[in-house]
């Protein structure tokens, strides 16, 4: 979520399962701190006599409970939404891919967007999984001013989007860029990078003398795209895939289209806390390993996400 950008951002930058295999488990409701209602999927095996390729490299805690706690924010098509109770999608199908390798299973709850890191940092998650853009200011932890926020994470880099800008059908303004939108209302999900590639744009708007982007954040992306539905926003900015399977889908490919092409690519990470090194260490192993066998190329495959494909996996390749 290039917040992804890809950032999300993806690019927004922020910038969509395994062998067509859905992913199994129950969905349980939260409804603490910052989390929303959401799922908690499953995917992996027994912990007994567990035989998986790198299931002995996983931090003991790990090898005894046979679970991954995940932060998500299933809000985000294909990437991860819900759908009959279940969180689906490109990421919790590259994680049932993962928990092959592992041996244990990954467990998905959604919350808000933006508190995922934080609900990872205080331990209500053991990893995040989310479109997150792996870039520096979340490395190190800082806020868009360069401010210290906290200690930051570190990323395991698995797919690569960038940002890009979504209209109501039929372009009703003629928008071709994002460079188009200073002196207009572009909407946003808050806390993502794309908010950010908005915000940068809006100054290269000022800076050459045009009016300001008129930025509308939202809590969540589906209300970004309402606002953008209604004619109340000229465009929408989000990651490359979400606004490409958003105009596919949305009203039958009636409501939505993309605009231009997808800016600022950048990669997605698995965002890990930095004091669990050994976990991040086996993920990357774990990710270059279904890039090896396959099962990566089938997840993206099956969501329409193939362009964001990586040959091999990072560590805080973000920049």
Sequence with gaps: MTASTLCRTAAKSRIAAVCAVAVAGTLL?????????GGSTKAGGDTAGNTAPLFGKLPEKYQKSGV???????EYAPMESVENGK??????????A?????????????????????ALNTGRHDI????????????????DKGKKLGKGVDFVDYFLAGTAVYTKKGNPE?????????????AVQRGTTYEEALKKQSAACTDGGKKAVKIESFEND????????????????????????????AGGGKDFEVVG???????FGIAVNKDNTELRDVLKEAVDAIIADGSYKKVLDKWGAGTGAIDKAAVNGGK
């Design 98 to 118: 993962l928990g092959k390798q592992l041996g244990v299973k990954f467990e998905f709850t959604s919350g808000s967007f933006d508190g995922l890191i934080t």
């Design 174 to 186: 003629g928008i071709k860029s994002i460079e188009d939108l200073c002196g207009k209302v572009a």
């Design 87 to 96: 969180i689906v999608g490109v990421d919790p199908d590259l994680a049932e």
């Design 222 to 249: 589906t209300e970004a795209q309402t606002r953008v539905k209604s004619g109340g926003a000229v465009a929408g900015v989000n990651d490359y895939p979400v606004a490409v399977d958003l105009a596919r889908k």
């Design 29 to 37: 409701l939260t409804a603490c701190g910052d989390q929303t209602d």
């Design 261 to 267: 092409e997808q800016v600022d690519a950048g990669p």
């Design 68 to 74: 991954i706690k995940v932060g998500t924010n299933a």
């Design 128 to 143: 995040a999984m989310s479109s997150i853009t792996d870039n520096k200011q979340r490395q190190e932890g800082l806020d």
